[in-house]
């Protein structure tokens, strides 16, 4: 049971709510891991014994939980707030209704058409659509109408190439000869298309068995323009995303922003009724970011809020550090964390082994090991948190490499030097079967004695530069990965816990994109776990966040609304001539974006998109035929004759090459 607050309050912990509860101790080692708190009142008394105790309340918009067991506290939330969450997560996955029976009393009412048993053809509307007959009331009804079709509808293609290859939207509106409102609707009538085709093919996951996935987690801020001179305020957006690191594939991306909800009818209903003097996770508003809130732990500090001088960051409490939205509802980013992890837990139901590599944001480990507690229970999900210094020169990068490979030379030496003496090393001993099914990864491969004597060999008649620039054979990459870990599990026998109880372990290897690596295991259990030290190395070996920081990145390069802006704000203002005036415009250029990156483009050795390697079997085979699939398979390159250009005072310009 869960103790009372300081004051003598019950402590109401939430209940769960369809089947989603999070408030429990989320240290993996711990007894009480997965173990919720009762929501009754805990018992009083110096006998007393509760397994968690409330701290905070008196006012504090933070609750903590705290385990008794191991000393670790964290954050109450409310499970309603992150069902909800996740329900705008997954709207864009539900199939568009289908026409049924208008008469609340009837027994077909909501049974979708066409359907022999029930309805029956009554004709045709005037537009052409469907009209059915119920046969239990005799009533009649047909579908929404079509769409007209705009006259404009050949230059979405060019639209949506453009808007890839960041040219600004008035330059955009001025290629395509469109007025700046039509253009924006043009963005709109794009977006819904692409989510559409995003959700015909990712309803298939749920039922898509996969063996093991590699995730990557991180987050990245985007920033808004402000609207009126009144306050001239940045709006900053966080979104979150994870991707596999073995196809690329982004398997879900989330804003926390919700134009469908109005933050001002929510702030003045929790004023009316009293809940805005509650916690957040006590009210029906929990993941919505309150203006209140803002004041309230402004004026507990002692201060005003204020713009800060530097440039805004995330932040984890749910505090808000920029303006609201003009519109719609700025959600709180530990509710978006969860929910998206939640989300990705449902989306790939039947995958059986997860490993996840998060960034060293606060907020993602302790949500992604709350959502995944029974698979990690089960040893179903190993978790990594990988830290990496970005701020390092090129000079500082090469030197660390380097030094790296000069300490990998010295290990391929001493194992080909015990080798020759006959030694039988241990870490090439013959393993039972049973023991490699439990220990399979991917490119997890034992190299054998002569394997590792033939690629020391031909090293030693190479030049330091050649060592690390050659072309690598199947062979000599097994051999250095087996190094690795050999690096890797020297290592481990050296870690020891920082202030905090963290085992942070240095990778030997890093890369020229990732240096100074750092990992540390969340979920190390011991010999609960199940794995052997060899695959336990190649999970450290495995670590890396390119995949999803590649993904952040071609947002920033691709379009020009969601480049960062140059540091050169003064007053603590951030204002850039092409960052969107509207939040949804966020919205709509990341997931037109995940669409292309998953489906669209290759990367420059891959002649695949990551759908093809994600799922084994490409939806879309090639480039061509997706960027046309998303838009529309009946749209084609606007004609030399109609799309052509006549600036005035100049000679007309040659027509486009046809869309590739």
């Given at each position: 049971?869960?103790?009372?607050?300081?004051g003598?309050?019950?402590?109401?912990?939430?209940?769960?709510?369809?089947?989603i509860?999070?408030?429990?101790c989320?240290?993996?080692?711990c007894?009480?891991f997965?173990?919720?708190?009762?929501p009754q009142p805990?018992?009083?008394?110096p006998?007393?014994?509760?397994?968690y105790?409330?701290?905070g309340g008196?006012?504090?918009l933070?609750?903590?939980?705290?385990c008794?067991?191991?000393?670790?506290?964290?954050?109450?939330?409310?499970?309603r707030?992150?069902f909800?969450e996740?329900?705008?997560m997954?709207?864009?996955?539900?199939?568009?209704?289908?026409p049924?029976?208008?008469?609340?009393?009837?027994p077909?009412?909501?049974?979708?058409a066409p359907d022999?048993?029930?309805?029956?053809s009554?004709g045709?509307?005037?537009?052409?659509?469907?009209?059915?007959?119920?046969r239990?009331?005799?009533r009649?009804?047909?579908s929404k109408a079509?769409?007209?079709?705009?006259?404009y509808?050949?230059?979405?293609?060019w639209?949506f190439?453009h808007?890839?290859?960041?040219?600004?939207?008035?330059?955009t509106a001025?290629?395509?000869?469109?007025?700046?409102?039509?253009l924006?609707?043009?963005?709109?009538l794009?977006?819904?298309?692409?989510?559409?085709?995003?959700?015909e093919?990712?309803r298939k996951?749920?039922?898509?068995?996969?063996?093991r996935l590699?995730?990557?987690?991180?987050r990245?801020m985007?920033?808004?323009?402000?609207?009126?001179?009144?306050d001239?305020?940045?709006?900053?957006?966080?979104?979150?995303?994870?991707?596999?690191?073995i196809?690329?594939?982004v398997?879900?991306?989330?804003?926390n922003?919700?134009p469908?909800v109005?933050?001002?009818?929510?702030?003045?209903d929790?004023i009316?009724?009293?809940?805005?003097?509650?916690p957040p996770?006590?009210r029906h508003?929990?993941?919505?970011?309150?203006?209140?809130?803002?004041?309230?732990k402004?004026?507990r500090?002692g201060r005003?809020?204020?713009?800060?001088?530097?440039?805004?960051?995330?932040?984890m409490d749910?505090?808000?550090?920029?303006?609201p939205?003009?519109?719609?509802?700025?959600?709180?980013?530990p509710?978006?964390?969860?929910a998206?992890?939640?989300?990705l837990?449902?989306?790939l139901?039947?995958?059986?082994?997860f490993?996840?590599?998060?960034?060293?944001?606060?907020?993602?480990?302790?949500a992604?090991l709350?959502?995944?507690?029974?698979?990690?229970?089960?040893?179903?999900?190993?978790a990594?948190?990988v830290?990496?210094?970005?701020n390092?020169?090129r000079?500082?990068?090469e030197k660390t490499i380097?030094?790296?490979w000069?300490?990998?030379?010295?290990y391929l030496?001493?194992i080909?030097?015990?080798?020759?003496?006959?030694e039988k090393l241990?870490?090439?001993?013959?393993?039972?079967?049973d023991?490699i099914?439990a220990?399979w990864?991917?490119?997890?491969?034992?190299p054998t004695?002569e394997?590792?004597?033939?690629?020391?060999a031909?090293?030693?008649?190479?030049?330091k530069?050649?060592?690390?620039?050659?072309?690598?054979d199947?062979q000599?990459?097994?051999?250095?990965?087996?190094?690795?870990?050999?690096m890797i599990r020297a290592?481990?026998?050296?870690?020891?816990?920082?202030?905090k109880?963290?085992f942070w372990?240095?990778?030997?290897?890093?890369?020229?994109?990732e240096p100074?690596k750092?990992?540390?295991?969340?979920?190390?259990?011991?010999s609960?776990?199940?794995l052997?030290d060899?695959?336990?190395a190649?999970?450290?070996?495995?670590?890396s966040?390119?995949a999803?920081?590649?993904?952040?990145?071609?947002?920033?390069?691709?379009?020009?609304a969601?480049?960062?802006?140059?540091?050169?704000?003064?007053?603590?203002?951030?204002?850039?001539?092409?960052?969107?005036?509207d939040?949804?415009t966020?919205?709509?250029?990341?997931?037109?974006?995940r669409?292309?990156f998953?489906?669209?483009?290759?990367?420059?050795?891959?002649?695949?998109?990551?759908?093809?390697?994600?799922?084994?079997?490409?939806p879309i085979?090639?480039?061509k035929?997706?960027?046309r699939?998303?838009?529309s398979?009946?749209?084609?390159?606007?004609?030399?004759?109609a799309?052509r250009l006549?600036?005035?005072?100049?000679?007309?310009?040659?027509s486009?090459?046809?869309?590739?």
């Open positions: 049971m869960a103790s009372s607050a300081e003598g309050e019950p402590n109401p912990v939430p209940d769960e709510y369809i089947g509860q999070v408030n429990f989320r240290n993996p080692t007894a009480n997965g173990v919720p708190a009762s805990a018992a009083r008394g006998g007393a014994q509760n397994v105790t409330r701290i008196g006012g504090r933070e609750v903590n939980l705290k008794h067991a191991c000393g670790s506290a964290y954050p109450i939330k409310s499970n707030g992150i909800e996740l329900v705008r997954e709207t864009y996955l539900h199939p568009a209704a289908r049924s029976c208008r008469t609340p009393t009837c077909n009412y909501g049974e979708p022999p048993a029930r309805y029956q009554h045709r509307t005037k537009s052409g659509k469907p009209r059915f007959e119920c239990a009331c005799g009649t009804f047909s079509r769409t007209r079709r705009s006259p509808s050949d230059n979405e293609p639209i190439r808007l890839l290859n960041k040219v600004p939207f008035r330059r001025e290629l395509n000869q469109l007025f700046p409102h039509t924006y609707r043009k963005i709109d794009i977006h819904r298309k692409c989510a559409a085709f995003a959700a093919h990712e996951l749920p039922h898509m068995t996969f063996e590699y995730l990557s987690t991180d990245q985007f920033a808004v323009n402000w609207s009126s001179r009144r001239r305020t940045n709006t900053m957006l966080a979104s979150i995303a994870t991707a596999d690191n196809s690329r594939y398997f879900g991306a989330h804003l922003f919700d469908t109005d933050a001002d009818a929510a702030e003045a929790a009316s009724n009293g809940e805005i003097l509650l996770y006590l508003s929990a993941r919505i970011l309150l203006q209140a809130d803002q004041l309230r402004a004026a500090k005003k809020p204020k713009t800060p001088k530097r440039r805004p960051k995330a932040s749910g505090a808000i550090i920029s303006r939205p003009d519109y719609g509802a700025q959600i709180s980013d509710y978006v964390i969860h998206h992890f939640e989300f837990r449902r989306l139901a039947r995958c059986r082994t490993r996840f590599y998060l960034d060293p944001d606060p907020g993602l480990w302790p992604c709350a959502m995944f507690h029974r698979e990690v229970a089960t040893n179903q999900v190993e990594f948190v830290q990496i210094q970005k390092l020169t000079p500082e990068r380097a030094e790296a000069a300490l990998f030379e010295v030496t001493d080909n030097d015990r080798i020759a003496r006959g241990g870490e090439l001993r013959e393993t039972a079967a023991q099914i220990d990864e991917a490119d997890l491969v034992q004695p394997d590792i004597a033939d690629v020391f031909r090293r030693q008649a190479m030049t530069r050649e060592r690390r620039k050659a072309a690598q199947k000599a990459r097994d051999v250095e990965a087996f190094v690795r870990r050999l290592a481990m026998k050296r870690l020891r816990a920082n202030k109880g963290e372990l240095k990778h030997p290897m890093p890369r020229l994109d100074m750092t990992i540390w295991r969340l979920t190390d259990r011991g609960v776990s199940g052997s060899d695959s336990i190649h999970l450290y070996d495995r670590a966040l390119h999803i920081d590649n993904y952040f990145q071609l947002a920033r390069r691709n379009f020009s969601l480049e960062r802006a140059p540091n050169t704000a003064r007053r603590g203002r951030l204002h850039y001539i092409y960052m969107p005036f939040p949804m966020v919205v709509r250029l990341l997931d037109m974006h669409v292309h998953n489906f669209v483009k290759t990367g420059r050795t891959a002649r695949r998109p990551p759908c093809a390697s994600a799922w084994r079997t490409a085979r090639r480039k035929s997706s960027r699939s998303i838009l398979r009946r749209l084609r390159p606007p004609s030399p004759s799309r006549r600036p005035h005072g100049r000679r007309s310009q040659p486009r090459v046809r869309l590739r």
